[in-house]
């Protein structure tokens, strides 16, 4: 049975940092809607394009544009065994979508860590993050500092700022993820998969939580 783990939690809460934990030790891949969209804009793909106006303001792109893009991501055969999935769903239409796309695979969602923190320690990651050019790692200015500035220290690529954490567009993703993606909370509860992380944490620390919540 393939293993499908959903990542839930407010931007800046490390989801995208604990899924590359989970990914390498179950060996599954790290399905981050965000930085497919990212590639796809630095990429100039027609997806790039449509998505490039509601990211840039810190609005969730259409339901169906994203649907459509995780089906596409989930036909390779990469995915097979399961998926550590980082920043989808982000609506109820999307988590109803997913839940019937896993059917179709014979999966379901196993476990949803629902990462949390305060709202204080949100703004001041993503308003701190710096972000690696070529594979996505990432830095923060104060709290996980890079060996040289501006340098990945894992693949020596350039680190930059996204423009969605920039201190304007920060606060604004924060109550989108409120309005739109906070009711999954009790969508994956109501299933019984909810697990309760404190995000608040050094990164090691949330780590142990998660793979005591996965029963590792
Ligand atoms: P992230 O890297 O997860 O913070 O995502 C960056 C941006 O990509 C979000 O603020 C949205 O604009 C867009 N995005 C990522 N995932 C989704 C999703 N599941 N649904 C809609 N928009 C998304």
Known sequence: MPTYIVLLGPPGAGKGTQAKVLAEKFDLPHVSSGDIFRENMKNDTELGKQAQAYISKGELVPDDVTIEMIRERFS?????????????????????????????????????????APVQVLIERLAGRWTCRANGHIFHEQFNPPEKNGICDLDQSELYQ???????????????????????????????????????????EVSADLMFALKY
Request: aromatic share 8%; proline share 6%.
């Open 76 to 116: 390779r055969s990469d995915c097979k065994n399961g998926a550590i999935l980082d920043g989808f769903p982000r609506t109820p239409v999307q988590a109803d979508a997913l839940e019937q796309m896993l059917r179709g695979f014979g999966g379901r969602v196993n476990l949803v860590p629902y990462i949390t």
């Open 162 to 204: 996204r423009d969605d954490d920039k201190a304007e567009t920060v606060l604004h993703r924060i109550e989108v993820y409120q309005a739109q993606t906070a009711p999954l909370i009790s969508y994956y509860k109501d299933r019984g998969v909810l697990a309760e992380i404190n995000g608040f944490a050094p990164i090691e």
